[in-house]
């Protein structure tokens, strides 16, 4: 079946603008995950969301990031007024189960955010 | 809070050589571990997990035990392929977060 998919796969912006990054996790997945991959703190947990339930959100790393998960299924991450320190790839899985710390994660191909 | 140590790489090895990548944890409680893979241009994808102490996770010809006494999970192959050159993360779970490691990059010589 499909895996997590992810778009744009890369995406170039200027400094103080805002994008939108989007995640459409497997099919059924209940648990979905964001995390940051970057060279100077390598992966990093920014959020979690399990169905219908209010987000875990403790790391995301401003109030300039936030994200939402529509009908418990597509979610989109949002940086606003972008800075270079947010050049990273984002990385989004999913996992079948509660959330629970046995769970298998399953990634996407990530996007690449580079911003100039 | 908790963490993940794993050895620096890069790691170059012959084909066919013995592989070990260390990786020791703290945590609280008894969390769940895991190896993940990025090969070149891939996303990453689960190696191998242990969800208790003892437990051996294995995949691909790679092996890891969990032990609580050392607080480790080291990845170990017999005979490493070309085909194995990647970067590889211990991780461990913690409630639901991944809490990861700084990844090896492992790369074998023909």
């Known amino acids: 079946g499909a895996g997590v998919s992810q778009s744009p796969s890369n995406k170039v912006t200027e400094k103080g603008k805002d994008v939108e990054l989007r995640c459409d996790p497997i099919?059924?997945?209940?648990?979905l995950y964001w995390y940051r991959q970057s060279l100077g703190q390598g992966l990093e947990f920014l959020i979690y969301?399990?169905?219908?339930?209010?987000?875990?959100k403790s790391g995301l790393p401003s109030d300039r990031f936030s994200a939402e998960r529509t009908g418990g299924s597509v979610s989109t991450l949002t940086i606003q007024r972008t800075q270079q320190e947010d050049s990273a790839v984002y990385l989004c899985?999913?996992?079948?189960?509660?959330?629970?710390?046995?769970?298998?994660?399953?990634f996407g191909p990530g996007t690449r955010l580079t911003v100039l | 809070g908790d963490s993940v140590t794993q050895m620096e790489g890069p790691v170059t090895l012959s084909e066919e050589a013995f592989l070990t990548i260390n990786c020791t944890y703290t945590?609280?409680?008894?969390?769940?571990l895991f190896w993940y893979v990025q090969y070149p241009g891939e996303g990453l994808q689960l190696l191998l997990k242990a969800t208790k102490a003892d437990d051996k996770g294995s995949n691909k010809g790679f092996e890891a035990t969990y032990r609580k006494e050392t607080t480790s999970f080291h990845l170990e192959k017999g005979s490493v392929q070309v085909s194995d050159s990647a970067v590889y993360f211990c991780?461990?779970?913690?409630?639901?977060?991944?809490?990861w490691g700084a990844g090896t990059k492992l790369i074998i010589k023909p």
């Open positions: 969301f399990q169905g219908n339930s209010a987000p875990d």
């Open positions: 945590a609280t409680g008894y969390p769940s």
């Open positions: 991780a461990l779970g913690s409630n639901y977060q991944l809490i």
């Open positions: 899985a999913s996992s079948s189960s509660s959330g629970a710390s046995t769970d298998t994660q399953y």
């Open positions: 099919s059924g997945h209940t648990a």
